[in-house]
């Protein structure tokens, strides 16, 4: 994910902003991946990116 200014990146679980709490976002050149480390059920469902 690139721009300048750099854009904004924020991540959605269900509809909730900023769900990434316990996790990381990892950024590679105009991709952008959600690391959750020891991830439970309680962490699956769909998420998604907006800038």
């Given at each position: 994910?690139?721009?300048?200014?750099?854009?904004?990146?924020?991540?959605?679980?269900?509809?909730?902003?900023?769900?990434?709490?316990?996790?990381?976002?990892?950024?590679?050149?105009?991709?952008?991946f959600c690391v959750i480390?020891?991830?439970?059920?309680?962490?699956?469902?769909?998420?998604?990116?907006?800038?």
């Open positions: 994910v690139r721009g300048r200014p750099a854009p904004k990146v924020t991540w959605r679980r269900m509809g909730v902003d900023n769900v990434i709490r316990k996790g990381q976002v990892d950024l590679v050149d105009t991709m952008a480390p020891d991830s439970t059920r309680d962490d699956s469902g769909k998420y998604s990116l907006t800038l």
